[in-house]
């Protein structure tokens, strides 16, 4: 059974900083990767997506990583902005099924 | 292009009465994934559908819930004789594919909330 953990549960930066996001899973078959936020009372935005024979992806001051054999990745935000803050998902596509994380809740502060 | 479109936002119902909740899919997207999120709880799986067919429902509880994908029409979950622990917040996802491409795409979700 797919596990996915996310560290921190919640971080506070200084606006301009840049940042680190964890995930974890316990099964290495996967399909891929997704990074999303979610604001409060909204839904899902997809901000990345990484294959499983995939390394990193980059949009605009986001780059994830992925280490598949060591169920590892990483999510850099560079240059963080207030508009930044929101909850942030990793989710793990094993056989059409995505597992979640509980996220992480980052805060930019002006 | 439209994307996932849920509908109601919120929906609040009696224990007992009957939860209906719609998704209409991005278009040209066939496969729809609904999950469920339970208060200060992460998002969990609950069936996965293609046209017409519920490929995976591992994640849907043995009673009272049920999902639809018809050929024509949005994908329906219907909950029956709802109850105060079926208050949460249930979201629709549509992709294009199966497989390593598959990107999912979340709707605003429906906040259901059983009184």
């Known amino acids: 059974k797919q596990e996915v953990t996310q560290i921190p549960a919640a971080l506070s930066v200084p606006e301009g900083e840049n940042l680190v996001l964890n995930c974890s899973f316990t099964?290495?078959?996967?399909?891929?990767l997704q990074w999303f936020r979610q604001d409060p009372g909204k839904g899902l935005t997809s901000l990345l997506l990484i294959q499983s024979s995939q390394r990193e992806q980059t949009s605009g001051r986001l780059n994830a990583s992925l280490d598949k054999s060591s169920g590892r990745s990483t999510l850099y935000i560079a240059a963080s902005q207030p508009g930044d803050s929101a909850t942030y998902l990793c989710?793990?596509?094993?056989?059409?099924?995505?597992?979640f994380g509980t996220g992480t809740r980052l805060t930019i502060i002006p | 292009n439209a994307g996932v479109m849920q509908n109601p936002r919120h929906l609040v119902r009696r224990r007992g009465q009957e939860a209906r909740l719609r998704c209409s899919p991005m278009?040209?997207?066939?496969?729809v994934y609904w999950y469920r999120q339970l208060p200060e709880e992460g998002l969990k799986f609950m069936v996965y559908l293609q046209k017409e067919n519920i490929i995976d429902e591992s994640g849907m509880p043995k009673e009272r819930f049920s999902a639809e994908f018809p050929k024509e029409g949005p994908s329906i979950l219907r909950i029956q004789q709802v109850v105060r622990g079926d208050s949460a917040a249930y979201f629709c996802?549509?992709?294009?594919?199966?497989?390593?491409?598959?990107?999912?795409?979340f709707g605003q979700g429906t906040r259901l909330t059983v009184v």
């Open positions: 099964d290495s078959a996967i399909y891929n």
């Open positions: 989710a793990v596509n094993s056989n059409e099924k995505l597992t």
């Open positions: 278009k040209g997207h066939s496969h």
């Open positions: 996802a549509s992709s294009a594919t199966r497989g390593t491409n598959t990107e999912a795409f």
